[in-house]
DNA sequence: ATCTGTGGCGCG
DNA sequence: AAAGCGCGCCACAGAT
């Protein structure tokens, strides 16, 4: 028979034990999986020996704020959940959390086989066969709980204690304790951002979107008069029964009226009839966004708080940057009628701060190209420069300001591995010319051409790409003879370090963000963070400091990685997510 | 009716 | 399968 802790004089006596813990494993069973909403129906706490069952209906963990608090470790699985459900129900922030499925993706990124619920980790790590559908058992449960379910709620804690015990070894062998530490010193700066959410003005993002869905319908209207002569119309005459959102019917139709394309790409669209072209994509633009911020983007207003709290993936990406969704805050147009829209309530103000050049830094770092690094330290534009070199004219922001463009074209298509075809595509030039272009930049960058060279082929050889932090990123080679497996991995190694190191750089702001103005106990809050960029709401009146604040954590963390070259933070405080 | 894959496109 | 990296979302189309 399991023993249920559900008075605080029991509560209080287990505390000594939790104490003299060196580690504790945490878990909590809940009706739900919405903070606001949901309620902490157990909270299990305890080591391989001892485990503590409280039932949260009955008594509240206040006692243990204490403990849950302070720096001793926590294990988890899946920590960011337990977190947002604690903040919110006993208004208690577990620090010093470890994550087992956080540590399980660090492990594993890049790689295809990568499962990261408990019942996986236990199958994988302990061998064990583990039946979750007694989690289910929880939602809206009552009364008494059955000798089952309490047995699940203690096996969960043993479950994942031993889990971290070979994944620690594993995290050892591939040297990979760096990252699992700082992915874990950051779940408390993910769960705050979901749990804080963003306002969003839901009038004026209404009537943007009543705006595109009439742009859209002109725009319909444009194309039902292109393809009205060779349209079947409906029986009751008018309207034209080409659906345009079918890249199918729209190659159909378009082969029709004698245009011929093998798809309806941007690019390809683009370089057909300008009047006829130029009406699809106005189309496709407004439908993508009456879509994409429509209906299903509104529902994601929470009914208790009125803002949107998005999920975070922190390893969503196998680089190692994060991933949102439901809805994604990353991919929000930048557009400042969209941004504009989520804005700070009444008395408060968005503090928007961005690593500036971030990835040419880091590509500058680790290639130690003297131009590169030289443009950095005395804070010229390195798009000009490169722009001045390889076309042979006199460029800046405001001479030849076309040319700066494609320079930046290049200097972003290159960390990505672009070659002469893609780069022709981009600019628009014949790839003859896109080959010189090219040339000309690595002729001007060798070392950049050798960085980027000795990146892909370490990768190749060793399976997998390194960050400046220590983060791998795992290749499965399929097929060493199969050229364009190869090619692909080339570009992804090329790109790899670029980029999780970016993602490295601020994972360590945001972790000591929220340190900061927690310590400095400071009325400002976490609310989005789109990869260089960190976005936080606060009270107007401590605006500048928290500004300050940011600035120096982000700028503390591009240094902690970046040594050759100054790091450089853009910031802007405002009433609305806008610059 | 629900699923999965794909094309297209939004962001960094 | 892959000629530019990393994502998520929408609509469509074909399958179940």
Redesign the pocket.
């Given at each position: 028979m399991i023993k249920i802790i559900d008075n605080i004089n029991e509560l209080e006596n287990i505390i000594p034990d939790l104490e003299s813990m060196p580690l504790l494993a945490i878990d909590t069973e809940t009706t739900g999986l919405d903070p606001y909403r949901s309620k902490v129906l157990l909270f299990q706490i305890g080591d391989l020996e001892k485990q503590f069952i409280i039932d949260c209906r009955k008594v509240s963990i206040e006692p243990l704020r204490k403990i849950l608090e302070s720096d001793k470790p926590k294990v988890l699985q899946n920590a960011k959940f337990d977190y947002k459900m604690v903040k919110h129900s006993f208004k208690i922030e577990i620090e010093n959390m470890i994550d087992t499925m956080l540590i399980e993706q660090v492990l594993m990124a890049g790689k295809s086989d990568g499962q990261f619920g408990l019942d996986d980790l236990a199958e994988k790590y302990l061998n064990t066969r583990i039946d979750k559908s007694e989690r289910k058992s929880f939602i809206d449960h009552s009364g008494d709980f059955t000798e089952s379910q309490l047995e699940y709620a203690q096996n969960d804690l043993i479950y994942v204690l031993r889990i971290l015990e070979s994944q620690v070894k594993a995290l050892v062998k591939e040297n990979l304790q760096e990252t699992a530490k700082l992915e874990c010193m950051a779940i408390n700066a993910f769960g705050d951002i979901e749990y804080n959410g963003m306002l969003l003005d839901k009038n004026k993002w209404s009537e943007i979107l009543e705006e595109e869905f009439m742009k859209k319908k002109e725009a319909e209207k444009i194309l039902d008069s292109i393809f009205k002569p060779i349209s079947e119309l409906d029986l009751f005459g008018g309207s034209v029964n080409i659906?345009y959102?079918?890249?199918?019917?729209l190659k159909d139709a378009l082969e029709k009226i004698g245009i011929k394309v093998n798809?309806?790409?941007?690019a390809t669209?683009s370089h057909i009839d300008p009047k006829i072209g130029q009406a699809i994509?106005d189309y496709?633009?407004h439908q993508?966004v009456v879509?994409?911020y429509g209906k299903?983007?509104l529902e994601h207003i929470h009914p208790d708080t009125g803002r949107i709290h998005p999920t975070f993936?922190q390893l969503?990406?196998?680089?190692g940057?994060t991933?949102?969704?439901?809805?994604?805050l990353?991919?929000?147009?930048?557009?400042s009628r969209f941004r504009s829209c989520f804005i700070a309530p009444s008395g408060r103000k968005l503090v928007i701060a961005d690593y500036s050049g971030c990835e040419l830094r880091i590509i500058a770092e680790l290639s130690n190209d003297e131009v590169f690094l030289e443009t950095f330290r005395t804070g010229g534009d390195l798009h000009s420069i490169v722009a001045s070199s390889i076309f042979k004219k006199n460029v800046s922001k405001t001479e030849n300001p076309e040319l700066r463009q494609k320079a930046k074209?290049i200097n972003?298509?290159l960390a990505?591995?672009?070659?002469a075809?893609?780069l022709a595509a981009?600019l628009e030039i014949p790839e003859k010319e896109a080959e010189e272009l090219l040339e000309h930049y690595f002729n001007s960058y060798p070392k950049v051409k050798k960085y980027l060279d000795e990146s892909a082929n370490i990768a190749l050889k060793r399976g997998y790409s390194v960050t400046i932090g220590g983060r791998k990123r795992y290749y499965e080679i399929?097929d060493r003879n199969?050229q364009?497996?190869i090619?692909?991995i080339i570009?992804?190694a090329k790109?790899a370090p670029i980029?999780g190191t970016s993602a490295d750089m601020t994972k360590l702001a945001l972790i000591w963000i929220r340190k900061a103005i927690k310590e400095k106990n400071i009325d400002a809050k976490l609310v989005n963070t789109?990869?260089?960029?960190i976005v936080l709401e606060c009270d107007e009146n401590v605006a500048e400091e928290s500004a300050q604040i940011m600035r120096d954590c982000m700028i503390k963390a591009g240094e902690y990685y970046l040594h050759k070259l100054p790091i450089e933070v853009e910031y802007a405080i405002s009433d609305c997510w806008q610059k």
């Open positions: 659906n959102d079918s890249d199918e019917q798809d309806t790409s941007k669209i994509l496709r633009e993508k879509s994409a299903g983007f993936r969503g990406a196998s680089s940057r991933s949102c969704a439901d809805p994604n990353q991919n929000i147009k930048a557009d074209a972003f298509g990505y591995g672009m070659g075809q893609g981009s399929k199969d364009k497996e090619a692909s570009r992804q790109n980029q789109v990869h260089d960029e």
